[in-house]
């Protein structure tokens, strides 16, 4: 079973100073330094705003907290006013950019063309890319979830981005900061979908070793049964991980589910 990795959207949130303590608390947490055991049963991912990778990057020096973006754009240098570059953010420190979020396409209209030019800049630069798709409710509602998430994943994803640095989350837009999750069963039904796109894209093996995240108003009290699922490789978390004591609950839930399906 894969090894789940807990990643956190902190979206346009914090400032430096909350910034520092949420992280203590999540570095205590996860590196046992806050008292308890460390947990070391998933890998845990933070995405703050750009201004604070650097910050964040020394205040998780020697940890097992991993450092991402939430964006960056395609072109690694140039006149693209208020943007930031993918070599850019892997210089603070980062391993992983998210990639496609939905309000990234909903408000700044980010499109397929587009992400699959990010997603081939990130892994370019050698960062593992989280590549996110998902259904609007209307979609949903028009029975169109599986054409959406096949279209989404078709027009950015091919053989040429290595599913070494590949991660997908699902992450129903309906689902987004609204408290109300997809069900395990939801889950589980759109990401067998995604894995069997995966599976014709690369082939059935390689397909299997990608992680295949679920996000949309994860919290601690639904982790554990999210995470239980087969199939469903961690979650990417909004609102619940800006409290460091709520992301490690999802963590814990997350290591505690993953243990008890073996
Ligand atoms: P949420 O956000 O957990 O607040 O629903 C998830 C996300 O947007 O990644």
Redesign the pocket.
């Known amino acids: 079973m894969q090894t789940p990795l807990i990643a956190g ?1 902190w ?1 346009m949130h914090k400032t430096l100073a909350q910034a520092r303590d949420l992280v203590k608390g999540i570095r205590d947490a996860v590196d046992g330094t806050g008292g308890g055991a460390p947990i070391t049963a998933a890998e845990v991912l933070v995405c703050p705003p750009f201004h604070l990778l650097f910050p964040m990057a020394k205040a998780l020096a020697g940890s097992r907290v991993m450092l991402g973006a939430q964006n960056a754009h395609f072109e690694p240098q140039g006149a693209f006013t208020g943007e930031i570059a993918v070599p850019m953010v892997k210089e603070t420190g980062c391993t992983h950019v ?1 990639i496609g ?3 990234r396409r909903q408000h700044f209209g980010e499109t397929g063309p587009l992400l699959a030019k990010k997603v081939r800049a990130v892994v370019a630069a050698e960062l593992t890319v989280i590549y ?1 798709v998902g259904e609007t409710l209307d979609e949903r509602e028009g029975g169109k979830t599986y054409s959406v998430i096949e279209r989404q994943l078709g027009e950015v994803l091919a053989k040429d981005v290595p599913a070494e640095r590949l991660l997908v ?1 699902y ?1 129903p837009v309906w ?5 109300r ?1 997809a069900t395990p069963g939801q889950a589980q039904e759109v990401h067998s979908l995604i894995r069997s796109r995966l599976s014709a894209i690369y082939d059935g093996r390689t397909a299997g070793t990608i992680r295949i995240l679920y ?5 601690p009290g639904n982790a554990a049964d999210l995470m239980s699922q087969p199939g469903v490789g961690g979650a ?6 800006l409290e460091a004591a709520d992301f490690a609950a999802i963590i814990r839930a997350a290591v505690g589910a993953r243990s008890q399906a073996r």
């Open positions: 959207n979206k998210i979020h939905s309000e996110c989350a992450e689902a987004i900061g609204t408290g999750n996000g949309g108003s994860v919290k990417l978390v909004g609102g619940a991980c």
